[in-house]
């Protein structure tokens, strides 16, 4: 059984930019939340997709986006990229419509030169 | 908004020792808590949760955590710890619906031999 996928595994964009990061959810899984993780900090939450609609949005600008697609699997959208939005990007999924422990991913780490 | 705060950022024990890892959140109504562990060049994975029921919980590789509701704690501990216990530590807490987590910023343990 396959466990949480995200792609790419790293990436380098310059300031400005826009990217676009990937995330299956585990087999059986409803819900994927996506965190980003800077460097020596825990994971904040960005958002939260359900049924293919945003529905839990954390303290981030609308240069974050997202979507869910039929078969749950997750995009998350960054424009006008920031030195400052250098992270690892962190994909969680969930069953039971979220009301379960999330299993993450390894995560994408972007970097903006 | 819930927080989780984490006094410890850096650990170091010897191999035998004991550990506790101290987790403290604020957030007045239910909670679920849960452990996180991030080995390195790992993805972060479930030590151990706490939902409801006994506030002493026990998850994977030796690990417990005592679920305080008067401290607002829940912390992490092991009887004897391994060098392959070496690793990050989180402690998060969802609150309400849909599952959202919020993380401290995390203990970083380092296990001597």
């Known amino acids: 059984d396959a466990g949480v996928t995200q792609s790419p595994t790293h990436l380098i964009k310059t300031r400005g930019q826009q990217v676009t990061l990937r995330c299956s959810p585990k087999?059986?899984?409803?819900?994927v939340s996506w965190y980003q993780q800077a460097l020596g900090q825990g994971p904040q939450f960005i958002f939260q997709y359900y049924e293919e609609e945003e529905r839990q949005r954390g303290n981030f600008p609308d240069r974050f986006s997202g979507h869910q697609f039929p078969n749950y699997s997750s995009e998350l959208n960054v424009n006008a990229l920031l030195l400052g939005d250098s992270a690892l990007y962190l994909c969680?999924?969930?069953?039971?419509?979220?009301?379960?422990?999330?299993?993450f991913g390894p995560g994408t780490r972007l970097t903006v030169l | 908004a819930q927080s989780v705060s984490q006094h410890n950022h850096h650990v170091i024990l010897s191999e035998a020792a004991s550990l506790e890892l101290g987790c403290n959140y604020s957030y007045g109504g239910t909670v679920n808590l849960f452990w996180y562990v991030q080995y390195p060049g790992q993805h972060l994975q479930l030590l151990l949760k706490?939902?409801?029921?006994?506030?002493l919980v026990k998850g994977i590789k030796g690990f417990e955590a005592e679920f305080i509701k008067s401290k607002f704690s829940f912390n992490l501990r092991k009887p004897s710890v391994q060098w392959s216990d070496t690793a990050e530590y989180f402690c998060?807490?969802?609150?309400?619906?849909?599952?959202?987590?919020?993380f401290g910023t995390g203990t970083r343990l380092q296990v001597t031999l």
């Open positions: 998060a807490v969802a609150t309400g619906t849909a599952s959202k987590l919020t």
């Open positions: 087999s059986g899984h409803d819900t």
């Open positions: 969680a999924s969930s069953g039971l419509a979220g009301y379960n422990e999330q299993f």
């Open positions: 706490y939902f409801s029921g006994d506030p």
